[in-house]
C-alpha cells in the first residue's frame, strides 16, 4: 500500500553530510509503515552560502517538502525567516525544527526538549539543586533552558570566553527569575565542582576532531553526575574518566535520539518508539565505527 502522504525532510546546515540524524528517521519511518525521504543539504557542499537560507527554505517549501531540520550555523539566523516560533524556541532564540504548514513556516527547538528527555531517562532520581554547566554556545543555551525547566535551583555557565558566559547567564536568569543562574571560568571549576550536584559538557572538546578532556580529571568525583551533549564517540575521555572516578554519567547519544524523537512527532504526527530509535541510532554508531577502522 501506498501511504497517502509520502513526507520529505532535509537538514541544512553545514558539515551535515555524516550527521546520523537522516538514517535514524528513516529507519523509525520504515518500522511505522511511513514512507519518508530524509536528506542531508550540506551548504559547503552545494556552494551556498548561510546568509542565503532564507533562498533555501523558499526552495524547500516549492519542491514539496514537510518540513527541514536546521543545524549550524543557521539555528538562530533561521528566525527571521519564519512565520510563527513556538514559544520554548522563541525564548532561547534558536529553532532546529521547521515545519512548512498551510498557515506558513514554524519553527520549534528539539534540542533542548530532547536533552530534558535524555536527562529524565538516562539519570533518574539525580540532584538538580546545583549544575555548572561547562559551554556557553547554541547548544549551551538548550541545555541550560532544559536544565532550568527540570528544577535546578542553582545553575553556574563556564565559558572560556567571559563575555559569552555572562550573556547566557543573564538570558537564562531572565527566563526562569526562581532559579540562581551565573557565569563563571574555567579557574572556578574547582570550587564549583566541591559543592556542584552534577556536571553537563556542552563544548566540542572531546569529539573525534577535539580529543580532549575539559577539565582536569581529580575534580570528578562521587555523588557528583556527569552529561556529555558530544555523541561521536558516544564515549568520550570525560565520561570514561568520570566513570572510573564513580560518577553516574550521560552519554550525548540520548539527546540525539530524543532531539530527532521530538522532532519526528512535530513532523509526521506520528509518535516514534524511543527505544526503537535508540536501537538504530547504536546500530548507525556501531557501523559507523566499524568503517573508520
Known amino acids: 500500500m501506498i501511504d497517502s502522504h509520502p513526507y520529505l525532510v532535509g537538514l541544512v546546515g553545514a558539515g551535515v553530510l555524516p550527521s546520523l540524524t537522516p538514517r535514524m528517521h528513516m529507519a523509525e519511518a520504515r518500522a511505522l ?12 557542499s552545494l556552494g551556498i552560502d548561510p546568509d542565503r537560507l ?3 527554505l523558499a526552495w524547500a517549501e516549492r519542491l514539496g517538502y514537510d518540513a527541514v531540520n536546521v543545524t549550524h550555523p543557521c539555528k538562530q539566523s533561521v528566525l527571521t525567516h519564519l512565520d510563527r516560533i513556538d514559544p520554548v524556541a522563541a525564548a ?20 533542548t526538549t530532547g536533552f530534558a528527555a535524555a536527562f529524565t531517562q538516562g539519570l533518574p532520581g539525580a540532584s538538580t539543586e ?17 536544565l532550568l525547566r527540570l528544577g535546578t535551583a542553582h545553575l553556574t555557565v563556564v565559558d572560556l570566553d567571559p563575555v559569552r558566559a555572562r550573556a547566557l547567564a543573564e538570558d537564562l536568569a531572565t527566563r526562569h527569575p526562581s532559579a540562581v543562574v551565573d557565569p563563571g571560568s574555567p579557574a572556578d571549576l574547582p570550587a564549583l565542582l566541591a559543592v556542584a550536584s552534577g556536571l553537563v559538557h556542552c563544548t566540542p572538546v572531546g569529539m573525534a576532531d577535539h580529543p580532549g578532556m575539559p577539565l582536569e580529571s581529580d575534580l570528578l568525583r562521587p555523588p557528583l553526575w556527569v552529561a556529555d551533549i558530544v555523541y561521536r564517540p558516544l564515549d568520550t575521555e570525560l565520561l570514561i574518566t568520570a566513570r572510573e572516578r564513580g560518577c553516574r554519567t550521560l ?21 516514534p518508539d524511543p527505544e526503537r530509535m535508540t536501537a538504530h541510532f547504536l546500530d548507525l554508531v556501531a557501523a559507523d565505527d566499524v568503517l573508520a577502522r
Request: aromatic share 6%.
Open 92 to 111: 532561547l532564540g534558536a529553532v532546529n525544527t521547521v515545519l512548512f504548514t498551510p498557515g506558513g513556516r514554524v519553527g520549534y527547538n528539539t534540542d
Open 130 to 146: 546545583r549544575v555548572v554547566q561547562i559551554g556557553a554556545g547554541g547548544g549551551g543555551s538548550a541545555v541550560g533552558d532544559a
Open 33 to 44: 509503515g511511513l514512507t519518508y525521504v530524509y536528506r542531508p543539504l550540506d551548504l559547503p
Open 251 to 271: 552519554s550525548g547519544g540520548r539527546m540525539a535520539v530524543h532531539q530527532a524523537v521530538d522532532a519526528f512527532a512535530l513532523i509526521t504526527g506520528t509518535r
Open 54 to 56: 532564507g533562498e533555501v
